[in-house]
Structures are given as structure tokens and as C-alpha cells.
């Protein structure tokens, strides 16, 4: 509650700004990737993909509400000699992103910090279905590939919070396409 | 005495001098407004350390014995998780159990279809399936097994039937209790053979030593 109110209030001041060319313009995107988990044996290698809204506040930072959808990979275990396969889950996050560094239409390379903040709906066989807090960072690229579209690659490590402590940890390895509405002055 | 296009340039001096000295401040609160939005993700970030400082781990512990209610005849089998090497490594780091399954395989050799029914207790002395009742913990329930016939419940299907999971899941991270089986009907005669398994998965947190 106390890092969802500190985030916010960082929100709050950032959409305060509007003086550059950055600040303002709207993209919508969408992307996909590779949705890797890290010191989790119950799963494997697994898929993401989800479509963001990118609002720019400032000419360092942009606002992205965004809808993902994360897949664990399945995993096997070895029972008395026989191999079980075991449901490695999935989740549905409605979050909002905080991009920060360079921001702006599509043009040369553009390298862009990323911190998002999400709530999952989680649902894995064996386990009851939840709600939970998640937290993502890691940096990404940008470069034009036209007037108004841009493509993306990050690398961002998703935790998304467990019951008791912990978290579950996946790196979610993406590339995507950015179209920016309106007529783009670089 | 200026004139009309010497004031015309005055006006726009001032004007873009105005501007300038905005689009300055600006990009001063700008830059204060970074560093404080960097400061403020940097301690969101170091709240998330025990999130970042921890794993999931999956065990698996097979009974030793086998399991029975007969009607004079009570057999329990001892879960000790001690036994398993990478629960005994991070047990008093252990954050919270994920996921709990159960395989098992249950005979039911009487002439009536029954239904099987697990409890816990760290009481090894229950010698009667009311005292079962009273006094341990139904973890597992509504296993139907025809007369005359055996049952076997998958890892990955066993989840339906678990009951008070919160409370198994408090024994399993004590590490130690006795598991009975009982059948709902007369005449009371089931068996769970030492194939049974539980599959654990739980998260610890790392303990970072350099």
C-alpha cells in the first residue's frame, strides 16, 4: 500500500509537466516475447505479450497503462519412475508503467529505463486463483523504422509478490511495435 | 523614440526572453522532479529486496509405509520432511508453501463402495476412526472407491479433494505428523499403499552470504 501511494505520488507530479516536445504525444503498442523464470522449479520457459498505451508527461517521462498477459511454462517432475507434467500458470496484469530517459517520436536510438507497477491474476492448477502485487523494472531500446512507428526491445524482471514473502521472479525478454498518433515533430 | 518596428522587436525580445526564462525553470523543475521520481523508484526498488532475495523449490516425499483402516486396525505413517535434504537446507528460511499435491493409489476391498478420507495429527496414538475424527485434521476428502476395486489419484488431480490446505500446509512447514486414512462406511476397511507422495513446493528466502 505504502509503495503503491509513494509510485503515485510520483505519477501525480510527473503528469504535472508539459513543456516539451515529448510531453503529450500518444502511442498505442503492442508486443510480445520470451517469458523466462529465475530460481523457480515449478516453472519453465513460458511466453508474455500485451498491448500499452504510451503517454509522454515530460521530455524524460511517459505514463504507459498496459494489459499483459504472462504464461509459465509447464514443468515435469519425476514421480516413482513416472514423469508428471504440472501446470506452470498464468496470469492476466492490468498495470502502468513509468518510462524514463529518452522519450519522444520516432527517431535514432532511443534507450529508456522502465518501471512498472501491476496487478496479476493469477491461476495455476493445484493452487486457488489470486490477486497479486507485482513490481517491474529493466531497460529498453527504441528506434524509428518510420514517420510514426517505432520498434521496441526491453528486458524487464517482473516480481510478482506471494503470499508470506517472496516473490515470484520471471525476465521477460520483448520486442514490440509503437505507432504514435498525430503528426511527429522530431 | 523607438519605432513601430524597433518596439515590434522590443515586444518580441521581452516576449521570447519571458519564454526563455519559463522553458529555463522548467527545465530546472524538470530536472528536480527526475532526480526525485529517481529517488523515490530507488526506494521502491530497495523495498522489493526480500522479493528479489528469494526462490521456489519443489520436494517430493514418498510414504515408507503404507497406510490402513481396518476395523480393529488402525495404521498411520509418519511424514518427517526432515528427511528430504533440500528442505532440511532451508527450512528455517522458509517463506510460504506455494502448491501442495498428493498421488496416491487407495484399495478398497470390501463389498461396498467407500470413500476415503485423510486427516493429520501430530498424535501418533489415534486407534479408532472416531478418534481420528475428533481429534485430527481432515486434509483430503470425497475419494470414491468402488467395492472391490482401487483408485489411483494423479499429482496433478489431487488438488480437488484437499481440505483445510492452510492448516496442511502449518503442519508441513513444522516438518513433522502422522497421516491416517479412514473410510466413511462400514466395514471399514481401506488401504493406501507406500506409493503414496506428497509434491511440496515452497519459497525460501535466500540467505546472502558473501
Known sequence: MRRGSILLAVLALLTGLSASAAAGSIGIGVGGGLNLPIAQEDAGSGFLYGARLRIGVASFAALEPCLSYFRQGDSEVDLHGQSVVLDGGQSTALGLNLILGSIGPPGGMRIYGVVGLASHAMKQEGTDDENRLAVSFGPAVETGIGPNLALSLEARLHLISLDGGGARKNMGLSGGLIYYLGRQDR | ?210
Open chain 2, 1 to 210: 523614440m523607438l519605432s513601430a518596428g524597433n518596439g515590434s522587436d522590443f515586444h518580441h525580445r521581452m516576449s521570447s526572453s519571458r519564454w526563455n526564462t519559463i522553458y529555463k525553470m522548467m527545465h530546472k523543475r524538470e530536472r528536480l522532479l527526475f532526480a526525485l521520481a529517481a529517488l523515490m523508484i530507488l526506494a521502491v526498488l530497495g523495498s522489493c529486496t526480500s522479493w528479489l532475495g528469494s526462490a521456489t523449490l519443489r520436494i517430493t516425499y514418498s510414504l515408507k509405509n503404507g497406510i490402513h483402516h481396518l476395523e480393529n486396525e488402525i495404521q498411520s505413517a509418519e511424514v518427517d520432511l526432515g528427511e528430504n535434504s533440500d528442505w532440511q537446507e532451508h527450512r528455517d528460511n522458509i517463506t510460504g508453501i506455494s502448491r501442495i499435491l498428493f498421488a496416491f493409489w487407495v484399495i478398497n476391498p470390501t463389498t461396498v463402495d467407500v470413500t476415503a478420507q485423510f486427516y493429520i495429527s501430530t498424535d501418533e496414538t489415534l486407534t479408532t476412526a472416531q478418534q481420528i475424527e475428533n481429534q485430527a485434521t481432515l486434509i483430503l476428502d470425497g475419494v470414491s472407491v468402488p467395492a472391490q476395486d482401487s483408485v489411483y489419484v494423479a499429482a496433478q488431480d489431487s488438488y480437488q479433494y484437499f481440505r483445510n490446505v492452510d492448516e496442511l500446509a502449518d503442519r508441513l512447514i513444522d516438518g513433522r505428523f502422522h497421516l491416517y486414512c479412514i473410510s466413511s462406511a462400514a466395514p471399514f476397511e481401506i488401504e493406501v499403499p507406500d506409493s503414496a507422495a506428497f509434491l511440496i513446493e515452497f519459497t525460501y528466502a535466500v540467505d546472502w552470504e558473501f
